[in-house]
């Protein structure tokens, strides 16, 4: 079955560090695969997502580019803010037999990202 | 900007009661999930819907029961409460194009005492 193995956290920087948080998937065929964020007492916001290989998605300084060879969408920002402390979670979302999309999303487990000042 | 709501936002019920946590949307989206999210993070699907009518079990077994009878209305009950059942539940859809991923309401913390 589908699967999303996330870095294990958490991961503590001091702010302006450089991040980096690995993911790493397992799909049937061709995934759609997504970054969310979760702030302190809120529910998962979209952070970034791409459609197909070689695409970057990006969003508020966030990147991550879809490496079809290494299944890979590693999430990374070159300067944290304290602003940026929340849980981020990979996820796949795999087409149906159609190539259309049921919806469901795999996720990893989350990574815990707190930034200091 | 998603528009899912969720409500309560937090909830503290005894042993044995039966709740009903609300979860709706105004986007017109045909597809809803219920997520539990356990203090470890991890998000577990418990049940989700294709439309009017539909619904599904989860990869998480879960003793919550839901219904579809409108598609902006997706709400989960719990016939009787627990302290195991405990926990973050997170309600979310989606549009039917692939590749927009899922929308999420706040979540509702419950704690059974």
Redesign the interface.
């Known amino acids: 079955g589908d699967s999303v193995t996330q870095m294990e956290g958490p991961v503590t920087l001091s702010e302006e560090a450089f991040l980096t948080i690995n993911c790493t998937y397992t799909a049937t065929g061709y995934p759609?695969l997504?970054w969310?964020v979760?702030y302190p007492?809120?529910?998962?916001?979209?952070l970034l997502?791409a459609?197909k290989a070689d695409d970057k998605g990006s969003n508020k300084g966030f990147e991550a580019t879809y490496r079809k060879e290494t299944t890979s969408f590693h999430l990374e920002k070159g300067s944290v803010q304290v602003s940026d402390s929340a849980?981020y979670?990979c996820?796949l979302?795999a087409?149906n037999a159609g190539?259309?999309?049921?919806?469901?999303?795999t996720?990893g487990?989350?990574t815990?990202l707190t930034v200091h000042p | 900007e998603a528009d899912i709501y969720?409500t309560p936002r937090y909830l503290v019920i005894g042993t044995g009661k039966k709740i009903t946590l609300e979860c709706s949307q105004t986007m017109g989206h045909d597809?809803m999930?219920w997520y539990q999210q356990d203090p470890?993070?991890?998000?577990h699907?418990i049940h989700?819907s294709?439309g009017v009518n539909s619904t599904e079990k989860g990869d998480l077994s879960s003793e919550s029961t839901v219904s579809r009878i409108r598609t902006e209305h997706f709400p989960l009950t719990l016939e009787s409460a627990r302290p195991s059942h405990t926990s973050q539940y997170?309600c979310?859809s989606?549009p039917?194009?692939?590749?927009?991923?899922?929308?999420?309401?706040?979540?509702t913390?419950l704690t059974v005492t």
């Open positions: 759609s997504f969310y979760q007492g809120e529910g998962l916001q979209l997502k459609t849980v979670f996820a979302s087409p190539g259309t999309s049921y919806g469901k999303l996720f487990q989350g815990i | 969720q597809k999930y470890g993070m991890e998000l699907l989700y294709y997170l979310a989606s039917p194009i692939r590749g927009l991923g899922q929308y999420f309401g706040p979540g913390r």
